[in-house]
């Protein structure tokens, strides 16, 4: 079993720094690739930023040089620094898990959170 959980969501002002976090609870020790897609209202899920089991990161390039991702391998939980935000960036933030890896292009997407919202304005 599986779970992921996000946290860190809400409103912030243009240029501000949220920091969004999900937990991954599993019975067993997991080497996945992580990352974080987001979907605004009218508009479909895109990817932000994945983080591969070795370290590997990537990023959307709407977001390079003003978000983090960050992980913590003992403890399951991956992180997403956000700063410089702006209102273009607001939408629910989903946590996504899986085998494979995203700098590869092979990550496959076995499990999601339920999302937090994050309202630039």
């Known amino acids: 079993q599986v779970q992921l959980v996000e946290s860190g969501g809400g409103s912030v002002q243009p240029g501000g720094s949220p920091t969004l976090s999900c937990k991954v609870s599993s019975t067993t020790k997991l080497t996945f690739c992580m990352g974080w897609f987001r979907q605004a209202p009218g508009k479909e899920r895109e990817p932000v930023a994945a983080?591969?089991?070795?370290?590997?990161?990537t990023y959307a390039d709407s977001v390079k040089g003003r978000f983090t991702i960050t992980r913590d391998t003992v403890e399951n939980t991956v992180d997403l620094l956000m700063d410089r935000v702006v209102v273009e960036d607001t939408a629910t933030y989903i946590c996504?898990?899986?085998?494979?890896?995203?700098?590869?292009?092979?990550?496959?997407?076995?499990?999601w959170g339920r999302g937090t919202q994050v309202t630039v304005s």
């Open positions: 983080i591969d089991s070795d370290g590997t990161t």
């Open positions: 996504a898990a899986g085998e494979g890896s995203a700098s590869k292009k092979n990550w496959i997407l076995h499990y």
